[in-house]
């Protein structure tokens, strides 16, 4: 299992750097650089244990307590897991979640296909580029508030549009329609992310030796066939680590949500992280929140094993002769 | 040739990295102070920073042992913040809240008991307007002094509703829904609402309903007279008479729009009014009226100060509050806000100078105080936010047409009584 | 791509290519700057957005809610503030990631745990993280301080993998090369790795640099003393209950957003097919 995810992640372009040193000099030589690989993994690791690990054991043990904000704290076991199971607003949050995660690939390809365009001569790519990028730097309580606008029923740009063009007669609405406010905040996340996912790109791009296309030119193979044999087998760590990244802003993605319909109507565009905080600052239930955070954790732990068990197992190797 | 870095060097630079943090974090660790320190944390009024200048220097002449500090954080983060201080032990010695938060540190014993400071000193208790005061009790304790006052009103366009052969503001809840239904022709809505913290729990108590029994244990609004308003309300908001906003908008939207001109009531809290007029270039006496709803029932909205339980100079923190509440103060801000503060004596000066001043103001914060005996939507209720967040989704359900009413009251009746009984 | 031999025919189907990716990247460009039209536009006429139907053209349109944004709140402070913290975060971010991405092109036990241990961490949201973060830094003595701001965004995950990414793809001979010629492994990173991965360098710069310029939450937990704040945190003053602050606030918006776009068309260079690949990664 840990090596199907190891061989996920390396540019894999038939040389096998990376593979296990030669062991001159014997067990002395290793064991020094084992211990310079720890030295240098070392400050990551500290951060991320301090900020990361250690409030994750914080709740995981909030998660057993009946936590009271200024009286006492008792333990009651797995109640608040047991609450979780009937919570159907859980449940709810849970499936939108998914969902979003579900919205991911549809921005990667978007994405993708921008990165190829703008990678290739076109002129003013430079220019293409930025105003892609543009979205992405920008507050997200700003781009919540301009997109709440566009959608409004009555004053929102895409009704007068819609409206304008004749192609409605009774204008839409988006933010209070229970079908429509989560996709209507996906479409808004697609639109701020888009940059994050083509500058990615873009550097993976850069890593595709330009003598793999010369050659290839050279033997007569089409633009469609570079693309294929080539570019995108050795994007595909890139896309992955775009995926990863999808997947983490639909755990995420807090202040557009809070700030477009604070989940609402109705729960219905409700997800994990807003469930949480609502729960630990807006109904002072600390401790329930932190039994969700534990539940999202675990399944996002299962969601990074099954996903490198499905992109792991190909060889990432591409014959480039 | 060596190819790995040798120990020793490995240990410099593990040396030289941990005296570097080591030195960060000593210049960082704060001096302590020999002075007394509290502090006090405001909710989203930051434009007033002169005045809280102001009052932290008065009160160094009171008592120069004592410095003073100010915190201010918007809504939506305040609670993030406060909790977090409590939970590092570092509380806010002074806090302000608005609507019904401080209920759920009251009721959890977050929040200092006033009432023994007021018996004390009865002629505090004496400044203020004695039906905003009963706002912060719970079980017969005081916990909170008035900082500014607003309830819910009815604004609006007297434009709109000449054009649509209205007289004046609506009697009952029917004529109420019959004029949003007249008024929203086209691209003109016939009334907005704002939905936060009970705001629009006067609808319903106008009917009659009331949330939940007397002692505040059981769900009370399953009645065929809430079905009926709730069905009035979705149809309403399904012919488009109210704004679907009403019901998914925050503060700033329904406010937006009444100030566009499209609008023909709004129901909003007073200080809605100067959020509005700046925004709205047609506001005058003669297209802008403000009226309480049918049967006077309002949603009060008001800002309160309290103390913390954690606070390490409680005694210093009321001195404080005493300073804050007094007349010359209160009279300064409502002077620089235009809000009420609840002090009888400034609210009376202040009204008068506007009644001169800026008539229109005037009226509508005259009618804060009035009907201060119909009071609704601000039950003593430990578990508010949790009622609240039970109820008002099933709410949402019916008036954007998910859910038919008696459903949805059904489903709100099971929630609300589990929220009450964990 | 590359072209070739000057086949007429060639030539023609390139340029049909071109009409066609001119195209394509004209509506996504429009897509992209219609929401940043309203902002700017907004921004410099402060009309009221529930107006209908909405004006698409600017009315008198005036600088003046840039000069209150100035004003209104400490910009020139909060700036050096956002300042000191991102720069803070970059250096760490350039230097941590690079060590741990080196570290983790190399096989060792282990590896495969630290990598899954990585991406989890990475998807634990800020929000669920709060209070003990808030604790831990006041453990530490970095409440209130830059280092405590800029602390937690020293190292992410995102940014090793884009260095590994890149690091994978230095070829072996190059490394077998230096190590022949007696360099230690941290200047085999300065020396090869990182001067190779010029694009992924710029990737982790502006990404550190924009997270941790935006950052708004933590700042607003740990920093008391009103000096200390950093640009987010004036946001909450145009959004203040009791003005209509909307012009000032678009353009208190695009104001933050400057810097972010400044740093990513100076990084530009760095993403030009050809200037760091060829003949040193060939």
């Known amino acids: 299992m840990q090596n199907t995810l190891t061989t ?6 038939g040389r096998a750097h990376g593979a296990a040193l030669p062991r001159r000099g014997g067990g002395l030589k290793r064991r020094r650089e084992l211990i310079l690989i720890w030295v240098f993994l070392l400050p990551s690791l500290v951060v991320f244990f301090l900020y990361r690990i250690l409030p994750l054991l914080w709740n995981v043990m909030l998660s057993f307590q009946d936590f009271s904000l200024f009286g006492k704290t008792g333990w009651i076991g797995i109640e608040h897991y047991r609450e979780m199971l009937g919570d159907e607003v859980f449940w709810t949050s849970l499936w939108n979640t998914l969902l979003y995660i579900a919205s991911a690939p549809v921005g990667i390809v978007l994405a993708l296909a921008i990165a190829l365009m703008v990678n290739s001569e076109v002129r003013g790519r430079n220019v293409y580029r930025t105003i892609v990028f543009l979205s992405y730097p920008l507050m997200t309580v700003a781009v ?11 004053v929102g740009l895409f009704n007068y549009v819609l409206r304008t063009l004749g192609i409605i007669d009774t204008p839409l609405p988006f933010l209070q329609s229970f079908e429509w406010a989560l996709p209507s905040i996906l479409l808004a996340n697609v639109w701020q992310i888009l940059g994050f996912y083509m500058i990615i790109l873009l550097a993976g791009l850069q890593n595709i030796p330009q003598n793999l296309y010369e050659a290839a030119s050279i033997d007569g193979a089409s633009a469609t066939q570079q693309l294929f044999r080539i570019t995108l087998p050795l994007l595909r760590p890139s896309i992955f680590l775009a995926f990863v990244i999808g997947v983490m802003t639909s755990f995420t993605s807090f202040d557009l ?5 604070q989940g609402g109507p109705a729960h219905s565009s409700e997800l994990l992280v807003t469930y949480i905080y609502k729960n630990a600052f807006e109904l002072s239930r600390v401790d329930y929140a932190a039994a969700i955070t534990v539940v999202q954790f675990l399944l996002l732990v299962a969601l990074t094993w099954a996903g490198n068990r499905i992109s792991g197992g190909e060889a990432g190797a591409v014959k480039t002769e | 040739m060596s190819t790995h870095m040798p120990l020793s060097r490995i240990t410099r630079i593990a040396r030289g990295t941990a005296s570097t943090l080591l030195a960060f974090a000593m210049l960082s660790t704060p001096v302590l102070a020999q002075q007394k320190k509290i502090s006090f944390l405001t909710w989203n009024i930051a434009d007033q920073e002169e005045l809280f200048k102001e009052w932290i220097a008065e009160f160094k002449k009171i008592r120069p042992d004592v410095d003073v500090e100010w915190l201010d954080k918007k809504g939506p983060e305040f609670p993030a913040y406060y909790q977090t201080q409590v939970i590092a032990g570092t509380p806010p010695d002074i806090i302000n809240t608005q609507g019904g938060l401080w209920l759920e540190y009251a009721a959890a014993g977050g929040m200092v008991d006033l009432t023994q400071y007021m018996a004390k000193e009865p002629e505090v208790r004496k400044r203020f307007n004695a039906d905003y005061l009963a706002n912060w009790t719970y079980e017969d304790k005081n916990y909170m002094l008035p900082f500014y006052i607003s309830k819910s009103l009815l604004f609006y366009n007297k434009t709109m509703f000449k054009e649509a052969g209205l007289a004046g503001p609506p009697q009952s ?10 008024m929203s022709k086209g691209d003109k809505t016939g009334m907005l609402t704002l939905n936060f913290d009970w705001l629009y729990w006067p609808f319903f108590k106008m009917n009659g309903v009331e949330l939940l029994s007397p002692d ?3 769900a009370a609004f399953n009645t065929p007279k809430a079905v009926q308003t709730l069905e009035a309300l979705a149809k309403a908001t399904a012919d488009g008479g109210i704004n679907k906003i009403s019901w998914t908008g925050r503060w700033v939207e329904p406010n937006g729009a009444f100030a566009a001109g499209n609008v023909g009531m709004l129901h909003a809290h007073s200080p809605a009014f100067f959020f509005i007029r700046g925004q709205a270039p047609w506001l005058n006496a003669e297209t802008f009226g403000a009226a309480h709803v049918p049967g006077g029932w309002a949603t009060p909205n008001s800002h309160g100060l309290g103390i913390s339980k954690g606070s390490k100079h409680p005694d210093i923190a009321w001195e404080f509050l005493k300073m804050v509440t007094s007349e010359k103060w209160t009279a300064k801000f409502s002077e620089r806000r235009k809000v009420l503060t609840g002090n009888i004596a400034s609210d009376t000066t202040t009204l008068e100078k506007m009644r001169k001043d800026d008539p229109l103001a005037a009226s509508v914060l005259q009618t804060q105080l009035e009907q201060t005996d119909k009071l609704t939507g601000n039950w003593r209720l430990a578990k508010d ?9 099933e709410i949402q359900n019916v008036v954007l047409g998910r859910k038919t009413a008696s459903e949805a009251l059904k489903d709100a009746e099971s929630k609300v009584n589990r929220a009450l009984s964990r | 791509m590359t072209a070739n031999a000057h086949r007429p025919r060639r030539a023609t189907a390139r340029r049909k290519h071109h009409w066609s990716l001119h195209a394509g990247l004209l509506a996504v460009s429009f897509f992209m700057l219609v929401p940043f039209y309203w902002v700017l536009k907004t921004s410099l006429t402060g009309e009221n957005i529930f107006v209908y139907p909405p004006k698409l053209l600017l009315n008198d349109p005036h600088p003046f809610y840039y000069v209150d944004v ?19 975060a970059i250096v760490a971010n350039v230097v941590f990631n690079a060590m741990a991405a080196y570290a983790l092109t190399k096989h060792f036990r282990g590896r495969g745990l630290i990598i899954t241990l990585l991406l989890s961490c990475m998807m634990i949201p800020f929000q669920t993280t709060i209070v003990p973060a808030y604790l831990i830094t006041g453990k530490l003595g970095l409440l209130n301080s830059y280092l405590g701001m800029a602390l937690p965004t020293f190292s992410t995950i995102v940014c090793i993998f884009v260095y590994k990414a890149s690091f994978d793809a230095v070829p072996k001979s190059l490394i077998d090369a230096a190590r022949i010629d007696g360099l230690s492994e941290l200047q085999v990173i300065m020396k090869i790795m990182i001067p190779l991965s010029a694009s992924a360098v710029a990737t982790n710069v502006i990404l550190s640099f924009i997270w941790s310029w935006n950052n708004f939450m933590w700042p607003l937990i740990i920093v008391r003393d009103p000096d200390m704040q950093t640009l987010p945190l004036g946001l909450s003053r145009f959004l203040t209950y009791h003005e209509n602050t909307t012009g000032a606030l678009y353009a208190f918006c695009v104001m933050v957003l400057l810097p972010g776009i400044l740093l990513f068309l100076m990084a530009q260079r760095e993403f030009i097919q050809g200037l760091t690949s060829g003949a040193t990664k060939g």
């Open chain 1, 257 to 261: 949500v809070y700030v477009m319909t």
């Open chain 2, 173 to 182: 809840f029917e004529q109420m829904m019959e004029y949003a239904g007249k």
């Open chain 1, 8 to 13: 996920a992640m390396p540019v894999a372009s």
């Open chain 2, 216 to 218: 505040l244990k059981k």
């Open chain 2, 385 to 393: 936010s949790r009622v609240k967040e039970a109820f008002y989704p």
């Open chain 1, 144 to 154: 919540g508030i301009i997109w709440r606008w566009m959608y409004d029923e009555k």
């Open chain 3, 70 to 88: 100035w004003y209104l709140i400490p910009f020139a402070r909060y700036l050096a503030n956002s300042a000191i913290v991102s720069v803070l």
